[in-house]
């Protein structure tokens, strides 16, 4: 029986490339500058990217090049990513999510910090001006 090797479209390469990636359509959109329902439109296969989309992912995606994202064809020979591309793919990915998990910590103690003044538990004067610098510059 032969196996029939299906042909993947530039648009399926995307689609492969924001899941990898951990992205949403919307953080994706986000990631490279274009609303979303622009994204939304080329992995549903309505459209096909434009140029610019393809420079703005291949510039925003370290592993993506052009050869891929166009042809399918990566770098290496049998397929495979180099170890150390992934490896750093993924300290990128949780540098990116600590980023993200201590902003939203500082938010957390923003509101906290609000509703126990609101409550009159903190009524000093460093604490109001604390809070007040924190909400400003975050």
Known sequence: MEKKETIQTIN?????IIEKE???IATFAKKIGVPWTTVK??????NAPSYDIMVR???AVDWVDANYLVMGKSESKDGSRDLSALVQLQQKTIDSQQTTIDRLTKKCW????FKAILRGSHR???TKYSL????HFT
């Open 41 to 46: 439109n080329i992995t549903s296969g309505r």
């Open 22 to 24: 951990g992205h949403t």
């Open 110 to 113: 923003i509101i906290e910090s």
């Open 12 to 16: 399926d390469r995307i689609q492969d």
């Open 124 to 126: 000093t004067k460093s």
């Open 132 to 135: 007040i610098f924190a909400i």
């Open 57 to 59: 992912i291949i510039n």
